[in-house]
């Protein structure tokens, strides 16, 4: 028997147990930056050390921060079922606590590369120092999809999800595009998941809410799914 697909699509909640800072919730990262400051590709032509830092600062707390319940239960569902994370994280959390198959939408922390993206290198948690260049001469920059740039995994991660036949969407307000348009992807008779501890705006037909945090609503949807396989 063919094991049933299922596809996590997870967002900054996901990381919320492990003591990540979220950007929606009080005293979220965007309390403290402007995102648009930190986090697209003109704050980094504006101030490149203000972004370096920040991304230095952010590498340096994931090195010290573990994957919560939440992640390892999703990697615990490979028992059971073939499974892809398409996450909006940039931590490494994920691939930790042992999941096999993660497509990161929004870039990895761990990895560094050129302004064109076309070189792409593992550099750990380490920091990126403002004088370090690529092979190409051009400045070396975080790997990660800042607003104003394409996001080049979106069209496998709707793939992804067309093929799905169980959609978890876990952490995410379901409110960034292009990711937030990927649910509209879903087969008419996939089955379809949320969990998160805060209301979702966004009306989302068929979807069953769990309205739990990750490590929580995971595990009540664990119990219900493995029963049923």
Known sequence: MQ???????TGAGMSAESGIGTFRDNGGLWEQYNVMDVASIEGWHKNPSMVQKFYNERRKQLKETKPNDGHKLVAEFENKFKVTVITQNVDDLHERAKSSHVVHLHGELT?????????IIDIGYRSIEMD??????SKLRPFIVW????VP????????????????????SMQVYPAAGLINYAKKDSSL?????????RYLPRVEIIKEKASVGIRILKE???SCS
């Open 3 to 9: 094991m049933k697909h299922i596809v996590f699509l």
């Open 147 to 150: 607003f104003g740039e394409a």
């Open 193 to 201: 998941f949320l969990i998160d501890p805060n209301d979702v705006e």
């Open 111 to 119: 990895k560094a590369c050129n302004e064109n993206k076309t070189e």
């Open 132 to 137: 370090e260049r690529a092979k190409d001469g």
């Open 224 to 226: 219900k799914l493995f």
């Open 153 to 172: 995994l979106i069209e496998k991660a709707a793939r992804l999800i067309a093929n799905a036949d169980i959609i978890v969407i876990i952490g995410t």
